[in-house]
């Protein structure tokens, strides 16, 4: 089956646009999460949704990140004003349900966005 | 969630078991340790979980201590398609965010 999917693959923005990563998570899947994946480093979170409902945006470093699931399925994260230190690879990632023993999230491939 | 210390790389031979150690001395009683991976250029794939319990499925072994505060995971017959990097995080069953730390770079050679 199909599974999480985002885009685009890649983007490459002037400092100081806006940019929109939108992410299709698999179908029915509750939760949605995003991270953020710089160079060499591991995934660090930003935000989660479950169904339409924002329930932790802790992650989002500055008030130019902004994300969005208005209908519960596909997902928008912009950010406003891009600087260099936005330059990453954001991660979409889905969880069908919400389970106290099971946490197994299914991640897209990412947007490698690159702020010039 | 409890913090995990995991070596920054290994190395195994195609066809050996391949061993990932990670330390998570200060997990609590309601901590599970997960298991994701990340090949490179892919996004994080789940790999296996347990709570105190060894676990296995068709991927992995993981092996917990009985003090809980260690666990290795057990890749059988390492293939080069393995290589990737391995994450082990400590997580409690009513959080939902994952912390993932930097891993263990593994690389499986012929």
């Known amino acids: 089956g199909a599974g999480v999917s985002q885009s685009p693959r890649y983007k490459v923005a002037k400092r100081g646009q806006d940019v929109a990563l939108r992410c299709d998570p698999i179908?029915?899947?509750?939760?949605l999460f995003w991270y953020q994946q710089a160079l060499g480093q591991g995934p660090e979170f930003l935000t989660y949704f479950q169904n339409e409902a924002q329930l932790d945006k802790s992650g989002l470093p500055s008030d130019r990140f902004f994300a969005e699931r208005p209908e519960g399925s596909v997902s928008t994260l912009k950010i406003q004003r891009t600087q260099q230190e936005d330059s990453a690879v954001y991660l979409c990632a889905s969880r069908p349900y919400r389970s106290l023993t099971d946490n197994e999230q299914f991640f897209g491939p990412g947007t490698r966005l690159t702020v010039l | 969630d409890a913090k995990t210390t995991q070596p920054p790389s290994m190395d195994c031979a195609e066809g050996r078991a391949a061993n990932l150690p990670c330390n998570h001395s200060t997990i609590s009683g309601n901590e599970y340790v997960y298991w994701y991976r990340q090949i490179h250029s892919q996004g994080p794939q789940y790999i296996i979980h347990?709570?105190?319990n060894n676990e296995t499925n068709e991927m992995a072994s993981l092996i917990i201590t009985e003090d809980r505060k260690s666990s290795t995971l057990i890749l059988p017959h390492a293939t080069l398609r393995d290589t990737a990097v391995y994450y082990c995080?400590?997580?409690?069953?009513?959080?939902?965010?994952?912390?993932f730390g930097t891993g263990t770079r593994l690389q499986v050679t012929l």
């Open positions: 179908s029915g899947h509750v939760s």
């Open positions: 995080i400590v997580i409690s069953g009513t959080a939902s965010k994952l912390t």
């Open positions: 347990g709570l105190k």
